[in-house]
């Protein structure tokens, strides 16, 4: 499948809607701890194990980004919606006859491996594109489109309690659940498939500036910079820290405060998750438009400093307030949610926009890093916690304290960022030579 080219006159804002369709379908994954609860009744799994589906699909994205990067560059962002659409929406099929013969391994290998291959490709589908369209506000850019990642929770979450409450919480209501997920998403997600464009050569977007100049470097030789691994450990310890409320959201809520005076129930802990999905998807624009004011190593600075503080509140404070607790979390989702916005365009000005779509992928196996490692963190000590007796805001106690190190962890890579050294730069692709020659001829 050969790039869909636009046309001239066509306007680069119609790019930013048709990544949304794709992102908006795929952040449902966000909407996981919806299913947690039910899931472990029907199939009496623990916290640990109704978390492995949501961690092999975010070990799935970072792989599948990786590793496809390279063909997503090269084939364009109507073949990489396209292979996104069809492994989305097929990793539900496949969870849905799982659910339905309660054969759990069925629910992991859809939801987790086939719809993991899905999110990771459909994810970095539009990034390059929105960075070469949009040279001169390229965080605002990509934050437009990511957002719809961060904000698919806030639609699939209460969607998901609803047929939960209407289908029923055993195993054939989860599996129709996921069956209307699977057909509607690919419904949603065609839109985008037939609405994306490329840029023509340099600047024939209506609209675009020139992206051509600045530092150029190559995916190959971006990975072995240590510039690119000191950000491969800032977004590990930012997502890690993120992801570890954020995958066991409704279920936490409940904990905190089920011994108190005013317990939190079942569509009020799906509410909270969707009011995280907000401040994922609200961080995600607002953060993102942000760096482009103060520079992205400020910005870091801020999501990983600050939120280390928030955990710290949620620590100690967070039990005796609701107000606090839900505060803090948003504060650290919206963060979350910024980092990975914030990051294609920290790599645009580190490595330039020649592979970026690319380096991206790569730098998101720290995604699937976090995505096993944030879980892991919280579920597990939870599960040990309860074992030993303890309840409510005991069982996160300790994982809290590990995620405040491991942001502390982020903010020291973060400080030894500096520029690429010119040894590691290419010279800019011909074809943009070629049309830097003819706007300065026209321009004569």
């Not at 970072?62 to 396209?82: D, H, I, K, Y």
Request: glycine share 12%; hydrophobic share 50%; proline share 6%.
């Amino acid at each position: 499948m050969s790039p869909p080219v636009a046309p001239p006159g066509w306007s680069r804002w119609l790019v930013p809607p048709a990544a949304l369709s794709v992102h908006l379908s795929i952040g449902q994954a966000y909407a996981w701890s919806v299913f947690k609860p039910p899931l472990e009744s029907a199939l009496d799994l623990s916290g640990t194990q109704s978390a492995l589906p949501f961690q092999v699909a975010i070990v799935m994205l970072g792989l599948s980004a990786a590793f496809g990067g390279t063909l997503v560059e090269r084939n364009g962002p109507r073949w990489a919606m396209t292979v996104a659409l069809v492994c989305f929406s097929s990793g539900f099929l496949v969870s849905a006859l799982g659910a339905a013969t309660q054969q759990y391994w069925l629910i992991v290998l859809g939801y987790g491996f086939v719809g993991g291959i899905g999110l990771g490709i459909g994810y970095i589908s539009p990034v390059s594109t929105l960075i070469k369209c949009f040279p001169d506000r390229p965080g605002m850019a990509t934050g437009i489109a990511i957002m719809g990642f961060g904000g698919g929770a806030l639609i699939a979450s209460p969607l998901s309690a609803q047929m939960l409450e209407s289908f029923g919480s055993e195993g054939s209501g989860i599996a129709l659940a996921f069956l209307v997920h699977g057909v509607t998403y690919a419904v949603f997600m065609t839109l985008g498939v037939l609405l994306v464009r490329v840029p023509r050569g340099d600047r024939h977007v209506e609209g675009a500036p020139s992206a051509v100049g600045g530092v150029q470097v190559s995916a190959r030789d971006a990975v072995r910079t240590p510039q690119f691994w000191c950000l491969w450990i800032v977004l590990c310890m930012n997502v890690s820290a993120g992801i570890g409320i954020l995958e066991k959201a409704a279920p936490m809520i409940t904990d905190f405060f089920a011994d108190t005076s005013a317990p939190v129930s079942a569509s009020a802990a799906a509410g909270f998750v969707a009011l995280l999905s907000a401040a994922n998807m609200a961080g995600r624009i607002g953060w993102s438009s942000t760096s482009d004011l103060i520079g992205r190593k400020n910005t870091y600075r801020v999501y990983l400093g600050v939120g280390a503080l928030m955990y710290a509140l949620i620590a100690l404070f967070g039990d005796s307030s609701k107000p606090l607790f839900i505060l803090c979390a948003l504060v650290v989702l919206s963060f979350y949610g910024g980092g990975f916005a914030t990051i294609p365009a920290y790599l645009k000005d580190l490595f330039g926009t020649y592979q970026v779509g690319a380096i991206h992928g790569r730098l998101l196996t720290a995604w699937s890093t976090a995505g096993v490692l944030g879980p892991l963190i919280v579920n597990w000590i939870a599960d040990r916690q309860e074992e030993a007796g303890k309840h409510g805001s005991s069982l996160y106690g300790l994982s809290f304290v590990i995620m405040i190190g491991l942001l502390a962890v982020g903010f020291v890579a973060n400080e030894l960022v500096r520029p690429v050294h010119p040894r590691r730069h290419v010279p800019a692709p011909r074809e943009e030579t070629a049309d830097v020659a003819r706007q300065e001829s026209e321009s004569a």
